[in-house]
């Protein structure tokens, strides 16, 4: 729909050539082959109703002509001096002309349109005045005279900020105006014809010579380009920013298809219950999936359910490390493998006094004698190392993101920074040199038994024994008790705060309560902990942990190995395979500010409201919103659910809603209403169509369009009596309440 | 400090054995086969029983007493086992309160004391 808003119809100044003027004839000749359907009549500082009546006339119902004026003006306040000067043109809705025309003529006087300058407070207030509508739009930046930037800024100080919507700014191509339009300005730009003889012209490539604006949607009249404009001020399509619309194929019903046009913006499902609202958004989901869209889905039916999808913890991680513990995963392979150490036969003993005076030689390598030496645990050198790792980290954390060092002066932190190296050395030492002993050990028995072996392979002899086996044998029993205590203690609850984690998802806010969020938190096992935290039961669990404390506190029983055996077994076959099988995870509803661990559970009413909350505010390319409205006050459908739509909307993300609430679908002012009406059996009719063009259209184009006011009244509002009585209940209640006031 | 007894019998139908006393009263008595195989599964017990000891106190193996006029050869091995099982028993009995699993806490800090 392409639309003209800057049309010349005479020569009324010097300047303008006399090709500008235009018979009726000849102007519905040239606009019809040029298929503009809105044009304003815009002379330089001359409204003449004459002419447009016959304009008018000539057109017919082809197009609209809406009777507006070129003004010369200026702003005497701005001291800018001749660059406060600019051309503003003036579009009156043409229900109104009386008016535009009366405030016209008190403007101009008795000046001719050549020697017109008005002040622009002076035209801004002739029309904004009650019983005026109208749009100015100011010449800019390459349409010359235009309005500077900081006049532009004045300009929209003079205007109430109610009425702003009114201010346009014309630049002369579609390029430019697509780039501020981008930046938030409302642009349009017209013909500004000089020669009616080329209206209509195409060059040799077959384009337009006259480059003119094509309206984002089709509008019935002034007063639905108005709501347009009032909406987002984005009127006419630029070369950015494109909204669509896009054709996409739905299915109402099991093996019914239909083709609608949707726009990333708001879109508005509307229909009589079981007309398929509901399945149309079920079929758009996948499809818009396909294209790699994310998609932000709200079903008001299943809104509980939604919210209770929320709370499931399957696949989320449980990670020892995140709670400061380690996963010991190490010491239950450990466990598992561990059997005591067997005692050297005492046969070996008597074999080698037996032999002992066999060979002279070896009787004098007393070395064979030798026993063992005790190696003892790896610990000591384990710990310096641990410790050794703590002071480089924390070396590291202050020259690091923590920056410790910034607490200190220069000096200060030079002394710390020698002290921590001079630490770091010495447990790096302290674990040499406990690596070195213990490592020195094991070689030396090693060495020991080779010696042996080979002196008793050259005589007919047999060495001492290295050992009887018990220090190994208590060693064994003693590393048994170490990991059974360090399993024991890691895999429990210690009683302090550290013993949880939380990660806090804010969802919303719950009137009279405050913030609400998803809280996420592990823990390990306690007397605290329910059954649904753990994968594995808690029965299962607290079994092994027993275990585990027995083992640790029994390591000299007899019934050592049977026992360590059952919660190997135990580990096995529930999957235990490390500790982080003993971290629960659990997820709640949690008001801010409120303990940690305090629960809340939302009623429907506020589970709906959340879930939409978090829809809404979920960074997608498209919401698909099924009733919204469902258990929801009309207050907070008005007050917070219409300003989310309409801001999805206008960040040209694509919002389709299938409602029954009017607030929704009229309110949202919605670039498509499709419209689902049951005709008669199975037969049913899909329409589209939208506020601005006022019309419903059957996309099969059997039945003769309908009213979209018409049709939403009566199928939203109840009829036009029923919105009738309402509008008059509503109003002689006001008036008792201002009684009442008074 | 727990003493331990020991006693090297010979039997009538040859068979000798290291016995071990243990209990308040000696009455528990482990024999291990020196003439027998299943020597080992008699050393078990005994280490078993001994662990048990050492987690309390210090625990020192007395030197084998002869009953029955035992093999001179098994005498000699005996005495020699006793003085390595001694070595290892005092290791193990260290080792022990520096894991911090002696069962007498007041002794154990008495001990660390005496280190």
Not at chain 1, 276 to 300: A, C, D, F, M
Not at chain 2, 64 to 86: A, I, M
């Amino acid at each position: 729909m392409f639309i003209d808003l800057h049309c010349h119809t005479r020569a009324t100044k010097k300047g303008d050539g006399a090709a500008r003027n235009v018979t009726p004839e000849k102007f519905s000749e040239a606009i019809q082959a040029r298929q503009v359907s809105i044009v304003g009549i815009t002379n330089h500082n001359l409204f003449d109703r004459a002419q447009y009546n016959q304009l008018v006339n000539e057109v017919g119902s082809y197009a609209q002509l809406w009777p507006g004026v070129e003004l010369d003006v200026h702003d005497s306040g701005n001291d800018e001096g001749p660059t406060a000067r600019w051309h503003m043109i003036v579009i009156s809705n043409p229900d109104r002309i009386d008016a535009f025309s009366e405030a016209l003529t008190s403007i101009l006087g008795n000046s001719l349109p050549n020697d017109f300058f008005g002040e622009v407070s002076d035209v801004l207030s002739a029309f904004l005045a009650e019983g005026q509508d109208v749009l100015f739009i100011s010449h800019c930046r390459k349409k010359s005279p235009y309005i500077s930037d900081t006049e532009i800024n004045r300009l929209e100080a003079m205007v109430p900020e109610g009425e702003r919507w009114r201010l346009f700014l014309e630049e002369k191509d579609l390029r430019t105006i697509g780039i501020w339009s981008y930046e938030g300005k409302h642009m349009v730009f017209g013909s500004d014809v000089k020669d009616w003889n080329n209206y209509a012209s195409k060059d040799s490539k077959g384009i337009w010579t006259t480059k003119l604006p094509e309206l984002r949607l089709k509008v019935d009249g002034f007063s639905q380009l108005a709501k347009l404009a009032q909406r987002d001020g984005r009127i006419v399509k630029t070369l950015l920013g494109d909204r669509g619309p896009n054709s996409f194929l739905v299915h109402p019903h099991k093996n019914v298809d239909v083709q609608i046009q949707l726009y990333d913006e708001v879109n508005v499902i509307f229909g009589g219950k079981g007309t398929g609202k509901t399945e149309i958004l079920n079929s758009l989901e996948p499809t818009l999936v396909n294209q790699g869209k994310r998609v932000s889905v709200y079903h008001g039916s299943a809104k509980a359910q939604q919210f209770d999808e929320l709370l499931l913890t399957d696949g989320i991680g449980r990670r020892a490390e995140d709670l400061g513990r380690e996963s010991c995963s190490e010491e239950i392979s450990e466990l598992a493998a561990w059997a005591d150490v067997q005692p050297t036969p005492i046969v070996g003993y008597i074999d080698w006094k037996r032999t002992e005076g066999n060979s002279g030689s070896k009787a004098r390598f007393r070395i064979t004698r030798g026993s063992n030496l005790p190696t003892g645990t790896p610990d000591e050198y384990q710990f310096h190392l641990h410790a050794a790792k703590v002071i480089t980290e924390f070396i590291e954390r202050c020259n690091g993101e923590d920056n410790f060092l910034q607490y200190l002066s220069k000096e200060d932190a030079q002394e710390l920074m020698h002290l921590l190296t001079a630490l770091l050395e010495g447990a790096k030492r302290k674990a040499r040199e406990a690596y070195i002993e213990y490592k020195a050990l094991l070689l030396t028995n090693l060495g020991l038994a080779s010696i042996k072996r080979l002196a008793d392979g050259k005589s007919d002899t047999k060495s001492k024994p290295g050992d009887t086996g018990f220090l190994r044998y208590a060693t064994g029993r003693v590393t048994l008790g170490n990991i059974s205590k360090k399993l024991y203690v890691q895999s429990g609850e210690k009683g302090d705060e550290t013993d949880c984690k939380y990660d806090f998802a804010p969802l919303g806010v719950i009137d009279d309560k405050g913030d609400m969020e998803i809280v996420t938190r592990w823990r390990y096992l306690s007397s605290k902990s329910r059954t649904k935290e753990f994968n594995v039961g808690i029965r299962d669990l607290n079994e092994i942990r027993a275990k585990w404390k027995t083992i640790s506190e029994n390591i000299g029983a007899s019934n050592i190995g049977s026992n360590v055996k059952a919660v190997s077994e135990k580990c096995k076959g529930l999957g235990v395979d490390d500790l982080t099988a003993f971290i629960g995870v659990w997820k709640y509803g949690h008001i801010v500010g409120t303990d940690n661990n305090s629960e809340y559970m939302p009623s429907d009413g506020e589970k709906g409201m959340l879930m939409l909350n978090k829809v809404l505010k979920t960074d997608a390319d498209a919401y698909l919103l099924d009733e919204p409205e469902a258990g929801m006050g009309n207050s907070y459908i008005e007050a917070s659910i219409r300003p989310m739509v309409s801001k999805r909307g206008k960040e040209r993300r694509m919002v389709v809603v299938a409602t029954h609430n009017a607030n929704l679908a009229v309110r949202t002012l919605p670039y498509a209403s499709i419209y689902r009406e049951h005709i008669s059996g199975d037969k049913y009719c899909t329409y589209e169509g939208n506020p601005f063009a006022n019309e419903l259209i059957d996309v099969e184009g059997v039945r003769p369009p309908i009213s979209w006011s018409a049709r939403s009244m009566e199928v939203l509002e109840g009829g036009a009596e029923a919105f009738g009585d309402r509008a008059s209940i509503y109003a002689a209640g006001k008036v008792e309440v201002e009684d009442e006031d008074n | 400090m727990k003493i331990i007894k020991t006693s090297i019998i010979k039997f009538d139908d040859n068979n000798e054995v290291l016995r071990f006393y243990f209990g308040r009263d000696e009455d528990y008595q482990v024999d291990v086969r020196l003439t027998n195989e299943d020597g080992v599964e008699d050393l078990k017990t005994v280490f078993q029983l001994l662990l048990a000891e050492t987690l309390k106190d210090n625990v020192l193996v007395g030197k084998p007493q002869s009953e029955n006029n035992p093999t001179g050869l098994y005498v000699d091995v005996c005495n020699e086992y006793v003085l390595d099982l001694n070595r290892e028993l005092a290791s193990a009995r260290k080792q022990i309160i520096e894991e911090g699993l002696a069962e007498t806490s007041m002794q154990t800090t008495e001990e660390n004391k005496a280190e």
